[in-house]
């Protein structure tokens, strides 16, 4: 049962590093390239989907990982499963104190009501959102690790 448990979080795990670093090295870019007003809707309407989806996705996937730090707790690689847990925990205090209030402003803005500091904010949740998918792809090695 504790294999399942672990390939299952970690394929759980790797699947939102996969999303996160798609959106900062695909998605985004291709939004940014667009004329302004394809880009700030498409921002918008990512942030409104993804702001709904992934809150579940990151706690799910911490508390498969706290389920596999204790079942697993002396098994060997349970370190590695416990500062992978760790490092999610970052990431999820990391989204709600910096990523997520922009995304709660971004995803309310249209061409006609963006705020004039519009660029720099979507500048400033990238450069933290590259920091955030470090972190998860950090935590994602780590439980990859655990599993040999």
């Given at each position: 049962?504790l294999n399942?448990?672990?390939v299952?979080?970690?394929?759980?795990?790797g699947?939102?590093?996969?999303?996160?670093?798609s959106?900062?090295f695909?998605?985004?870019?291709?939004?940014?390239?667009?004329?302004?007003d394809?880009g700030?809707?498409?921002?918008?309407?990512g942030?409104?989907m993804?702001?709904?989806?992934m809150?579940v996705w990151?706690?799910?996937?911490?508390?498969?990982?706290?389920l596999?730090?204790?079942?697993?707790?002396h098994h060997?690689?349970?370190?590695?499963?416990v500062?992978?847990?760790a490092?999610?925990i970052l990431?999820?205090?990391?989204s709600?104190?910096?990523l997520?209030?922009?995304?709660n402003?971004?995803?309310?803005?249209?061409?006609?009501?963006?705020?004039?500091?519009?660029?720099e904010?979507q500048?400033?949740w990238?450069?933290f959102?590259?920091?955030?998918?470090?972190v998860?792809?950090?935590?994602?090695?780590?439980?990859?690790?655990?599993?040999?």
């Amino acid at each position: 049962m504790l294999n399942a448990l672990e390939v299952f979080t970690t394929v759980v795990v790797g699947l939102m590093v996969g999303v996160e670093f798609s959106v900062a090295f695909v998605i985004n870019p291709i939004l940014n390239g667009l004329p302004e007003d394809s880009g700030v809707l498409g921002r918008a309407h990512g942030g409104r989907m993804l702001g709904a989806l992934m809150p579940v996705w990151y706690i799910t996937s911490l508390v498969l990982t706290a389920l596999w730090a204790i079942a697993g707790w002396h098994h060997h690689g349970a370190g590695l499963v416990v500062i992978a847990g760790a490092l999610l925990i970052l990431s999820v205090i990391m989204s709600l104190l910096l990523l997520v209030p922009i995304n709660n402003r971004g995803k309310t803005w249209t061409p006609e009501n963006r705020p004039e500091d519009w660029k720099e904010q979507q500048n400033r949740w990238d450069r933290f959102h590259y920091v955030r998918v470090a972190v998860i792809i950090a935590a994602f090695t780590l439980l990859v690790a655990a599993l040999v």
